[in-house]
């Protein structure tokens, strides 16, 4: 076996076992291999084994007992997290999703890419294996037929999820209606500029209703506005204007087209990047955002696998000010 230096020896033992009685490789009462065996099975000492044996007791899992050695007690529950893509306010998701999680509980964590062929794969080979079904749909405005196989008690939907949502839980984003009204929340800073431009190249992902609700806030409180439908270049750099962005990228080139131009943040230029993130924090001594908390959909989904009670939750999407608008 092949430990990383990213966690304790103790805890990879932890979890290499757990996986094992998750998936039924050892069932209830069934006996596990000797701390010896184990040692010489993980190349490790027999110490580790031991406190990692020791650690599994203390959480219910496992015990031990004179003359049969160690044995499972407690169930581990398997749970598969699909997300998207990899981001750092994913990250903030996961984090509190597994902070908020029992330990008997492991997680599978991975990502579809938005490639339907994949997505389709992942969800249609982990049928049946898993106790929870944790997953961000391909498409904001179909349910994938692949979901439909698993039963509705098991699956919670996570971000995109605009069509009829019927007998499955959710905790979602609205991506129309609620981004009018954090641009209403923000109109006070907006008002500071002549003109409102929302960066949404034409390969984003982002659902395209929030072009939808952008037009339709910019007519009623008569913004001249322009919605760029590609990535942001330098050339379409103007003063006076406050830019809205998904992309990344699309921030950075603006940024370095303004300090170019030594347009100061707020003054001669805003920006606002949709999904928020710890960085945006101290970039530019500070970017503003639109984003639900993703840090609280990791706890209401934690709290899901935890109760299983059914919830259906559409999350405010709030107005995080900064210097940049």
């Given amino acids: 076996m092949n430990f990383s230096n990213k966690t304790s020896k103790v805890n990879q033992v932890i979890n290499l076992v757990t996986q094992e009685i998750a998936e039924g490789r ?14 010489n099975h993980f190349k490790v000492s027999r110490d580790t084994v031991f406190k990692a044996y020791k650690a599994l007791k203390s959480r219910g899992i496992i015990d031990s007992a004179p003359m049969k050695g160690y044995f499972v007690v407690g169930e581990v529950q398997r749970i598969l997290l699909l997300l998207d893509v990899y981001s750092p306010f994913k990250e903030q998701l996961y984090n509190s999703f597994i902070a908020n999680l029992p330990q008997h509980v ?7 890419q938005y490639n339907k062929k994949l997505f ?51 905790i979602c984003q609205n991506f129309g209606d609620a981004f009018y009204r954090v641009m209403e929340a923000s109109i006070t ?8 431009v929302f960066v949404f190249p034409k390969e984003s992902v982002h659902p395209k209703e929030s072009i939808v609700a952008f037009n339709r806030f910019c007519a009623d409180e008569k913004f001249d506005s322009f919605v760029l439908r590609r990535s942001f270049t330098a050339e379409d750099f103007q003063r006076d204007t ?12 603006i940024i370095e087209e303004a300090k170019r131009l030594n347009c100061t943040f707020g003054k001669d230029v805003g920006v606002v990047v949709y999904n928020d993130m710890p960085l945006l924090e101290i970039i530019q001594e500070g970017i503003s955002s639109y984003s639900v908390d993703f840090k609280q959909m990791g706890e209401l989904a934690a709290d899901f696998v935890k109760t299983r009670n059914k919830i259906g939750i559409e999350m ?8 940049s608008l």
Avoid at 106 to 112: G, N, P, Q
Avoid at 189 to 196: A, E, G, R, V
Wanted: charged share 25%; with cysteine.
């Fill in 106 to 112: 492991k997680v599978d964590l991975l990502f579809h």
């Fill in 26 to 39: 050892y069932s209830l009462d069934d006996c596990l291999p000797s701390v010896n065996v184990q040692s």
């Fill in 189 to 196: 800073s907006l008002k500071k500029y002549s003109k409102l």
């Fill in 242 to 253: 406050a830019y809205i962005c998904i992309a990344t990228d699309d921030l950075v080139k």
């Fill in 120 to 170: 389709e794969m992942i969800v249609n080979e982990s049928l049946g294996k898993y106790n929870a079904y944790m997953v961000m749909n391909f498409s904001n405005d179909m349910m994938s037929a692949s979901l439909k196989k698993i039963p509705s008690s098991k699956l919670l939907l996570l971000d995109f999820c605009a069509f009829d949502k019927g007998e499955w839980s959710y």
């Fill in 316 to 323: 405010d999407t709030r107005f995080i000010e900064r210097k």
